[in-house]
């Protein structure tokens, strides 16, 4: 028997049904059935162990989260080297306290500095720690030791996959190397569409030039040689308030809720739909992002008769898929209608109990991993 027959595939299923598993027992097998093929393969001891760790480190990342799934979160990045004495340490812990008081869980990387200010601003009860093991510096923080939603990772890539995938905005302050590293990456999947539209905060203390100078040097290297385009610009916010900057993050889910790809159809949920009026308005604005046709309303029935979140209005339509930016501000555009309501706080409630991250379970399976591209 080869590692590619159906037997194989057949054998897995079997032993699936043998340990009690019910759910999604075609993708278990098959994921069964890659590691009997790695294992043909003879890649070598070391790349076997890569895979192992890999694999252990992500189930562990990914079971830690799921019973706060109902709850929106923010991934907080920035310097370990900040001591608690420094104006920036303040603030990252303000913004922490303000983003718990509105309903969010803040994601650190569990170590000191910034990632301290985060863990004590939100308290133990609204704090993950996605911790790195490293030979220097990185200690886990006393706010989040020893607690059940602190997961340590030997790999970089793994760590980074869990907090795109379980966050919903993130919020960088100064930092170094790390910081710069997780910001650019993050800006870069928004960027080109490899995970959803999120917030994207630069936060530091009032007087500070640490962002302006980043964003001079984006503006002057970046953008002044054509190497991004101007709206580009749009998919980072940055504030010496940390009121502000909560406010920004909250403002993002006060009318768009998630999107999700329907053939080649876009589908944007959101709490209110715009007025006959405002939607023309909205598909002349955003005309550019289309190929072809318009922007049309729909209801949950029309477009998802078994989907999620039945009582939410659909805009639907033909997206370029490559203009992420003016999508942004279409997001934003949605969420100042002056049809909405006063905004409310996102908060569990809003959220909903059986919500997975951006929508609920059956959100996730639409988009598994949300690093997960359309058509992947």
Same mark, same amino acid.
């Given at each position: 028997?080869?590692?590619? #027959?159906?037997?194989?595939?057949?054998?897995?299923?079997?032993? @699936?049904?043998?340990?009690?598993?019910?759910?999604?027992?075609?993708?278990?097998?098959?994921?069964?059935?890659?590691?009997?093929?790695?294992?043909? #393969?003879?890649?070598?001891?070391?790349?076997?162990? &890569?895979?192992?760790?890999?694999?252990?480190?992500?189930?562990?990342?990914? =079971?830690?989260?799921?019973?706060?799934?109902?709850?929106? =979160?923010?991934?907080?990045? *920035?310097?370990?080297?900040?001591?608690?004495?420094?104006?920036?340490?303040?603030?990252?812990?303000?913004?922490?306290? &303000?983003?718990?008081?509105?309903?969010?869980?803040?994601?650190? *990387?569990?170590?000191?500095?910034?990632?301290?200010? *985060?863990?004590?601003?939100?308290?133990?009860?609204?704090?993950?720690?996605?911790?790195? =093991?490293?030979?220097?510096?990185?200690?886990?923080?006393?706010?989040?030791?020893?607690?059940?939603?602190?997961?340590?990772?030997?790999?970089?890539?793994?760590?980074?996959?869990?907090?795109?995938?379980?966050?919903?905005?993130?919020?960088?302050?100064?930092?170094?190397?790390?910081?710069?590293?997780?910001?650019?990456?993050? @800006?870069?999947?928004?960027?080109?569409?490899?995970?959803?539209?999120?917030?994207? %905060?630069?936060?530091?203390?009032?007087?500070?030039?640490?962002?302006?100078?980043?964003?001079?040097? %984006?503006?002057?290297?970046?953008?002044?040689?054509?190497?991004?385009?101007? #709206?580009?610009?749009?998919?980072?916010?940055?504030?010496?308030?940390?009121?502000?900057?909560?406010?920004?993050?909250?403002?993002?889910?006060?009318?768009?809720?998630?999107?999700?790809?329907?053939?080649?159809? @876009?589908? @944007?949920?959101?709490?209110?739909?715009?007025?006959?009026?405002?939607?023309?308005?909205?598909?002349?604005?955003?005309?550019?992002?289309?190929?072809?046709?318009?922007?049309? &309303?729909?209801?949950?029935?029309?477009?998802?008769?078994?989907?999620?979140?039945?009582?939410?209005?659909?805009?639907?339509?033909?997206?370029?898929?490559?203009?992420?930016?003016?999508?942004?501000?279409?997001?934003?555009?949605?969420?100042?209608?002056?049809? &909405?309501?006063?905004?409310?706080?996102?908060?569990?409630?809003? %959220?909903?109990?059986?919500?997975?991250?951006?929508?609920?379970?059956?959100?996730?399976?639409?988009?598994?991993?949300?690093?997960?591209?359309?058509?992947?």
């Amino acid at each position: 028997m080869r590692a590619s #027959d159906p037997a194989v595939l057949s054998r897995c299923l079997e032993i @699936l049904a043998e340990a009690g598993v019910e759910n999604d027992t075609q993708l278990a097998a098959e994921l069964m059935q890659t590691v009997v093929r790695l294992a043909a #393969d003879n890649p070598g001891r070391a790349e076997m162990k &890569l895979m192992l760790r890999s694999f252990k480190e992500l189930r562990h990342g990914f =079971k830690a989260f799921k019973p706060y799934r109902s709850r929106r =979160k923010i991934s907080m990045f *920035g310097s370990a080297r900040t001591a608690p004495g420094d104006p920036d340490y303040a603030i990252a812990e303000q913004f922490a306290r &303000l983003a718990a008081g509105a309903g969010f869980m803040v994601i650190t *990387g569990a170590g000191g500095g910034i990632m301290q200010a *985060g863990n004590e601003g939100a308290g133990l009860a609204q704090s993950f720690g996605v911790a790195i =093991k490293l030979p220097f510096e990185q200690q886990t923080n006393q706010v989040i030791a020893g607690d059940q939603k602190l997961i340590h990772f030997r790999y970089f890539f793994s760590r980074k996959l869990v907090f795109v995938k379980e966050t919903h905005a993130v919020a960088l302050f100064p930092g170094g190397f790390g910081t710069h590293d997780e910001g650019f990456e993050v @800006l870069t999947l928004v960027q080109t569409g490899r995970c959803d539209p999120m917030p994207i %905060v630069m936060v530091e203390h009032p007087g500070g030039s640490y962002w302006h100078a980043w964003d001079e040097f %984006v503006r002057t290297e970046l953008l002044g040689n054509g190497l991004i385009s101007p #709206d580009d610009t749009a998919l980072y916010y940055i504030t010496t308030d940390p009121a502000a900057a909560v406010r920004h993050v909250e403002r993002f889910y006060r009318n768009y809720h998630s999107l999700r790809y329907i053939d080649d159809d @876009l589908v @944007l949920r959101i709490k209110s739909a715009p007025t006959p009026h405002e939607l023309v308005a909205i598909a002349a604005e955003f005309a550019d992002i289309l190929s072809e046709g318009t922007i049309a &309303l729909r209801t949950a029935a029309e477009v998802e008769p078994d989907g999620p979140l039945p009582g939410m209005a659909r805009l639907v339509f033909r997206f370029n898929r490559r203009s992420l930016a003016r999508l942004r501000m279409m997001i934003d555009r949605l969420n100042s209608l002056e049809s &909405l309501a006063a905004a409310q706080p996102a908060d569990a409630a809003e %959220v909903g109990a059986d919500i997975s991250d951006r929508g609920v379970a059956t959100i996730a399976e639409e988009e598994s991993i949300k690093l997960a591209g359309p058509g992947t």
